[in-house]
C-alpha cells in the first residue's frame, strides 16, 4: 500500500510516499531562512510558502519514488495541531488530492507522526513509552497501540525547544535557536552559571519557563555589568539542565509504569546532550532507546506516511469535511 504523505503544520512543506514502514521518498522544503529574517516563524508568510511550495514539492516527491499518481492508494495529511493557516494548506491539497484520485483521506495527528518517526527502519512495536519534545510539546506518552495513547506528563508552560529558542534568541543565535546552541555549546558550568531545578506538582509534567527566564536575566545582568558572557558556556550550561530533566522524569515513569522500551521524539530529539543522557540512563536502567534517524526528528512527511498507515489499519478515515485545528489531544478520538 503506497501512501502519499502531506506535512505543512510549521516551517515546512513536506510530501512523501511511503510503504508501511518504507520510505520510498521523503522531500522538505524548509522555510527556515526566510523565517530567520524575523527570528521566529511568521504565521501568515508560512501559510503563503506552503501554497507556493506544495505542487511542486508533490511533483518532486512522486519522481523521486519513480511511482505515478496511479500507484497512489491513499493520502495521508497532518490535519492537526499546528499553525491553522499552515495546516489549511496541506489539508485541502489532501482532500483535492484525495477526491481527484479516488482514494482514502487519513487524518494524522502531528505529535502522533513524530513518533511514528521511530517505525522508519527499525523493528520498534507498542508498548513503548514516549518522550515528544519540541518546539511547541514537551510530553511523555504510553503508547499503548499503534493508535492508543496515554499522555501521563507535559509542559505546564514552554516547551524545551521554545526554551531553547527564545534564551538563544537573547544570545543573538540565528534561528532556529535550538538546532545553533547546541551547535556551539561546549561543555557546562553550573558554578559559572547557576541555572534553578524547576518544581512541577506533577511527577512526570515539565515546566521550562521559569529556567528559560533565568538564563535570560543572567544574560542581561551580564550585559548591565558589561560582564562578557561566555556563550558556548552557557549554552552547553542549558542544554545540560534541560536534558538532564527531562532524561530523569523519563526514566521516572519507565521504571513506575514498568515500560523496558522508550522512545524519543520530535524536533528536539536530535538534541546531543539529550541523545547523550537518555541512552546513557537507559543503559544503565536495562531499558531498550529507540531515536529517529536525524533527517526524521524534524518536521517532515515520511513520519507522517508511516503513522498513517496504522491510522488506516485501525479505520482513522476522513471524509472530505475534514478540517485542521490548531489544538488537539494526542489520544483524541
Ligand atoms: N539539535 C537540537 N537541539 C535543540 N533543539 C533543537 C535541535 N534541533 C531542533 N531543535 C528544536 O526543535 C524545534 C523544532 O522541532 P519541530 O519541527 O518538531 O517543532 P514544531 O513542529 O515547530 O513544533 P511541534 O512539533 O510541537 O508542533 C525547534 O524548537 C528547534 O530549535
Ligand atoms: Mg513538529
Redesign the pocket.
Known sequence: MKILAIES????TSVAITEKRRVLSNVVATQIAEHKLYGG?VPEIASRRHTEAITGVCREAIRQANISYDDIDAVAVTFA??LIGALLVGVNFAKGLAASLSVPLIPVH??RS?IAANYIGSDLKPPFLCL??????TIITEVKDYTSFNPIGGTKDD????C??KV?RTLGLS?????????IATAPDEKRYPLPIPHTEGKYDFSFSGLKTAAINLIHNCSQKNEEIDVPVLCATL?HR?AEILTDKTITAAKDLGYSTIALA?????????RKLLSAACEENGITLYKPELKY???NAAMVGVGGYYEYLSGNIGTLDLNAAATMPINYR
Open positions: 503544520s510549521c516551517d515546512e516563524v495541531p499546528g502531528h505529535l513524530h515528544t519534545v519540541s518546539g511547541g510539546n516547551a524545551a525547544g521554545e531553547f529558542d538563544a534561528y532556529p535557536g535550538g538546532v545553533t546552541l547546541d551547535k542544554r534541560v520530535g524536533g528536539v530529539s536530535a538534541n546531543s546532550e539529550l526528528c524534524g518536521d
